[in-house]
């Protein structure tokens, strides 16, 4: 199993500024990836972050609005860059092992942006 | 892409009732994997089934995994209100990534 910590757990920002989230894992893991997620709905990927190489972002997300940051096997940072409202958002990070293996997830950062 | 329609999206029961979400999708996965989530918390495992038309119990709650591997159902016995919250299903692609379900949102009344 592996425990993630993410923080922070909400922040309140102005548009135009960047926040960065971070996790961090009780173990050294090889994939991580983050989410957004609207509250009470579904979890939608915005990339995947390996030690060592470039995060792979999703259609629709872009590494200059999410720079992602994965300096070692058991860290990664994502930031949300220029914020605006439509930012607002839930953003999880998540590891997971071997294909049919759990994903665990950080507790989540609520983000608002005002 | 590979797409799961996870039905309903919604439903509010009394204590005690049956309900069963559905999760649909016209690819196959390598195995499909059941989370739960409370608010301010992730999303955490209930159950993974990989083998076509296999079926997990956990306790009051019933996981199916259709024999073409496209599609899963959670059935749960005499809901309790601690059942409460938003239930996931994740498809696990075959280069390990997860695809997930639109979420049901399951309230459950005293």
């Known amino acids: 199993s592996a425990v993630i910590s993410q923080k922070p757990s909400r922040d309140i920002c102005q548009r135009g500024t960047s926040l960065t989230i971070q996790c961090q894992v009780d173990?050294?893991?090889?994939?991580m990836f983050w989410y957004r997620q609207q509250p009470g709905q579904s979890l939608t990927l915005i990339a995947t972050?390996?030690?060592?190489?470039?995060?792979?972002?999703e259609s629709g997300f872009v590494i200059d609005k999410f720079p992602i940051s994965r300096p070692n096997l058991t860290f990664s940072t994502l930031t949300v860059s220029n914020m605006s409202p439509e930012d607002s958002s839930i953003y999880l990070c998540?590891?997971?092992?071997?294909?049919?293996?759990?994903?665990?997830f950080g507790q989540g950062t609520r983000l608002t942006v005002v | 892409t590979q797409l799961l329609e996870q039905s309903p999206q919604f439903l509010s029961i009394q204590e005690g009732e049956n309900l069963t979400v559905y999760c649909n999708s016209s690819?196959?996965?390598?195995?499909l994997q059941w989370y739960r989530q409370e608010p301010g918390e992730g999303p955490v495992l209930l159950v993974t089934?990989?083998?076509?038309?296999e079926v997990k119990k956990l306790k009051r709650l019933t996981f199916q995994f259709g024999d073409a591997r496209k599609d899963s159902s959670l059935h749960i016995t005499a809901a309790q209100p601690g059942d409460t919250g938003l239930y996931l299903c994740?498809?696990?692609?075959?280069?390990?990534?997860?695809?997930f379900g639109g979420g049901t949102r399951l309230m459950v009344k005293p």
């Open positions: 690819s196959v996965f390598s195995s």
């Open positions: 998540s590891h997971k092992g071997g294909i049919n293996t759990e994903a665990f």
């Open positions: 994740a498809g696990v692609t075959a280069g390990n990534m997860l695809t």
């Open positions: 089934v990989v083998t076509g038309g």
């Open positions: 972050a390996n030690q060592g190489s470039e995060a792979t972002y």
């Open positions: 173990s050294q893991v090889t994939m």
